[in-house]
């Protein structure tokens, strides 16, 4: 059947306007991200070479001091966004807003966040001046402040200043301007990375399959991958947890998650195999790979560059050998410690253990009240140890005690 003229012609328009939206989508995304680059990354900084102290509970934590103030504050060092400060430091430093932008929060809602720019921001020797730095209360990013205290995010816009070299076994970063100043660079694999749109991406092949995944160290696991790649991956074995997840720094979301281990795992063409880390499957669209999968290796950021490093540091303790869990995790959420995620057919879920119980003691020991980091050490040892595991819980005002003498073995 023949279309009419007229209908011909309102055809080519629509098709005319298709294309045309095509064609102008990567224009405006470049405007986008170059109106934030001008916020963001116009801030001046002068790199010498500089050890400083860290912290890592699945998460690096520095010390930074913002302009004038003396106080330290506790930053996670995070490369999936820029910088971000809480809206109570900032009201602290009487900063105003440069801006309002809108974007995802950490509940991928879109939301307006404010912009500021600090005078100065400061880690160890290393000083940056006039670089812009998010909203985080805006954005619902910053985490829960009762855990170690953190206040915001050493983010992409700061990390790409120079080159940044962390071993976690002695807790040190090394900040150094060029990467012939980091001496762990002559043993390390070479990992090239690609940008794009303000996020870096990493290729890999996992069991054969091609993707690529953003380095993102603000994500605390080792590699995640979205659910639909399992069929084509086909995982030796499969944990299910399901509860609460993210909830540290994007809020709480509800979702299963699926773990596996034993997958062979090639990072871009490096000559790195790797078949112990661990894989969680997740409704994530995106691959991502977190600051979990380099713990057992000095790695080194020179994003200048477009280079990860990554130099072994010991024998992967998980190499070739079966982990056991209590299938289990517990968290700190809205003052509580709580049973935050729960394994599928463990003896926890067996025994009647439900998310959201609220821990009163485990093994006898209370979670110490003002101190997150030391009950937080305490769980965690709980946890590690081979049993059994007693919790006392409390559940809708009813006292609950559970006594776990079997860990799942994977």
């Known amino acids: 059947m023949f279309l009419r003229p007229l209908h011909r012609l309102l055809l080519l328009l629509v098709l005319f306007c298709m294309q045309g939206c095509i064609l102008i989508r990567p224009v ?9 680059r001008h916020y963001y990354e116009e801030g001046t900084t002068n790199i010498s070479k500089d050890t400083i102290n860290y912290t890592y509970d699945g998460h690096i934590i520095v010390g930074v001091k913002l302009n004038n103030d003396t106080t330290t504050h506790k930053y996670i060092v995070d490369n999936g966004l820029n910088s971000i400060l809480s809206n109570d430091d900032a009201k602290n430093l009487n900063l105003r807003p440069l801006t309002t932008m809108t974007g995802y929060d950490a509940h991928k809602n879109i939301q307006a966040f404010s912009v500021y720019k600090l005078d100065s921001f400061k880690i ?88 690529k995944a953003i380095l993102d160290f603000g994500y605390n696991g080792s590699l995640m991958l979205p659910k639909k790649m399992m069929d084509k991956i086909k995982p030796k074995s499969m944990l299910t947890y399901y509860g609460l997840t993210n909830y540290t720094l994007a809020g709480v979301n509800y979702d299963t998650l699926h773990y596996s ?19 969680c ?71 009647g253990i439900h998310i959201g119980d609220k821990l009163v003691s ?33 559940r809708d005002g009813a006292s609950i005690k559970l006594v776990l003498r079997e860990k799942v073995e994977y």
């Open 362 to 394: 485990i093994n006898d020991k209370t979670p110490v009240p003002g101190d997150d980091q030391l009950s937080l050490k305490l769980i965690n040892e709980a946890l590690q140890g081979d049993g059994p595991l007693s919790l006392d819980l409390l």
């Open 261 to 279: 281990r034993g997958a062979k795992i090639e990072l871009a063409q490096s000559g790195l195999d790797l078949e112990s880390k661990m894989i």
């Open 124 to 211: 160890g020797a290393q000083t940056f001046y006039n670089y812009g730095f998010s909203g985080g209360d805006d954005l619902k990013a910053v985490p829960n402040k009762g855990i170690n205290g953190v206040n915001g995010f050493v983010g992409l816009n700061i990390l790409e200043q120079g080159v940044w070299s962390f071993n976690n076994l002695t807790g040190q970063l090394i900040i150094a301007n060029n990467i012939n100043e980091i001496p762990a660079e002559r043993k390390a694999y070479r990992i090239p990375l690609k940008k794009h749109y303000g996020r870096w991406f990493v290729a890999l092949r996992v069991n054969g399959i091609k993707t």
């Open 281 to 351: 499957f997740s409704n994530s669209p995106l691959p991502l790979l977190g600051v979990g999968f380099v713990t057992q290796y000095c790695f080194t950021i020179d994003l200048s560059h477009n280079t990860l490093y990554l130099a072994p540091l010991q024998q992967d303790p998980h190499a070739n050998k079966h982990l056991k869990t209590w299938g289990l995790n517990i968290n700190k959420q809205n003052g509580d410690w709580i049973v935050t995620t729960l394994l599928k057919d463990s003896e926890a879920e067996n025994k």
């Open 28 to 36: 405006l995304q470049k405007m986008a991200y170059n109106e934030r």
